[in-house]
């Protein structure tokens, strides 16, 4: 490689492929550098350095002081730019290559199913491959070599042997993309998508929401006869989509999330995002779905945890709870012959030694425990600080229910 050959190769190299020429001049010099310390005769103590002249592209090495002359370096000096350079060319594609489908990330991208390796499926994208991994494949689906196929991209890493690139199709958000792409009004921000729940190959519920109220959220999704949802289907091999309105109000949210299931009355925890649903006993296996599958996606799609009883179930349920009631507020504390009836302190962790020991420090109802304070209660012998904080915050927790 002529010394003007080899800087015109670099100046192309910043123009084509972004790369800095001061760098790569760097990275020239140290190749050659430790390739004539490695092949050439040198003291092994001598530094070997190399200096790249920028203007004309011509190589000198040093060992110390002394300038390295003659033929056996200009060969090692040519052969190794070229590696050098080569190798720069190839990290650049490389580089290229992950800088665009890292871009592409959360997107839906095609490619034709090239080979299969360990269950996962390798796609060519013509650039570069990228693979689906089995557990992000639909069970219901079946490819062959050749077939065109979409995918969500998930996520994309570098590697020394060029980027890596995983698909996948079981994703919720490989759904959400195929929604945007075929229905405008998703695409265009008018209509939005809430949330989606997805049991990979039988079912999806996707929760949409209109911001303009002259356009109906599920009619612009199922489209005309049914034409824009049916194309989603379609691509998903047939798995099911349930497309609910999304609600502000929770109750009908919830209500909208168990369809087709009529519900008669909700009960909600709001601080812990439990929901109470009761039906009519022909309504619970339908609410429940197959496997339970209804009730577990319409939790999801909701963020609360739906717990769904007959009128018979909750009925008994509620008088098991009112027997546990009863008897939890009798307590029998023979050491003095006391008893407390209604007391309500059904502490973890406080025996009866214990809380007879409050109630002599005038500890007695809830609300004067919760109002304690730590020093207050370790006073009473055998109550550490630790003890004393977890019952406070038990005391305190009880008196919210």
Not at 93 to 103: H, L
Not at 158 to 168: A, N
Not at 196 to 222: L, M, N, Q, Y
Request: glycine content about 8%; some cysteine.
């Amino acid at each position: 490689m002529e010394s003007s050959e080899l800087l015109t190769i670099l100046e192309q190299l910043e123009r084509d492929k972004g790369i800095n020429k001061d760098v790569l001049i760097k990275a020239v010099e140290a190749a050659v550098a430790s390739a004539a310390k490695k092949l050439l005769t040198v003291g092994k103590d001598d530094e070997v350095r190399v200096v790249l002249d920028p203007k004309s592209g011509q190589l000198k090495a040093f060992a110390g002081t002394e300038e390295i002359r003659g033929s056996e370096f200009g060969r090692i000096a040519a052969q190794t730019a070229k590696q050098v350079v080569v190798q720069k060319i190839r990290e650049a594609e490389k580089d290229v290559v992950f800088e665009e489908f890292n871009a592409r990330m959360g997107q839906i991208i095609s490619g034709g199913v090239y080979r299969f390796e360990k269950g996962n499926i390798i796609i060519d994208l013509g650039k570069t491959e990228a693979y689906v991994p089995k557990k992000e494949q639909s069970p219901k689906e079946d490819f062959k070599q050749g077939d065109r196929i979409r995918a969500y991209v998930m996520d994309v890493r570098r590697d020394t042997k060029g980027p890596v690139i995983i698909l996948s199709r079981a994703h919720p958000n490989f759904v959400r993309r195929l929604f945007e792409l075929e229905v405008p009004e998703i695409y265009e921000g008018i209509v939005e998508i809430k949330s989606i729940s997805r049991d990979v190959g039988e079912r999806t519920k996707i929760a949409v929401f209109s911001k303009d109220d002259k356009i109906d959220c599920v009619g612009a999704c199922v489209g005309m006869r049914g034409s824009r949802v049916k194309n989603i289907v379609s691509e998903i091999q047939g798995e099911k989509i349930d497309i609910v309105r999304y609600a502000d109000d929770i109750k009908e949210y919830i209500q909208a999330a168990l369809s087709p299931a009529e519900i008669s009355q909700i009960q909600l925890n709001y601080e812990d995002k439990k929901a109470n649903i009761i039906v009519n006993d022909d309504q619970l296996s339908l609410a429940i779905g197959k496997h339970g599958q209804n009730v577990r996606l319409a939790s999801q799609l909701v963020g609360w945890e739906l717990d769904l009883y007959s009128f018979d179930q909750w009925k008994q349920l509620q008088e098991e709870l009112q027997k546990d009631s009863d008897s939890s507020t009798k307590l029998n504390i023979s050491d003095d012959k006391i008893k407390a009836e209604g007391t309500g302190l059904n502490l973890s962790g406080v025996g009866d030694k214990l809380l007879l020991e409050l109630r002599k420090a005038g500890f007695d109802t809830l609300e004067k425990i919760a109002g304690a304070s730590i020093d207050d209660l370790t006073q009473i012998k055998g109550l550490g600080k630790i003890k004393a904080n977890k019952i406070i915050e038990e005391a305190s927790a009880k008196l919210k229910e």
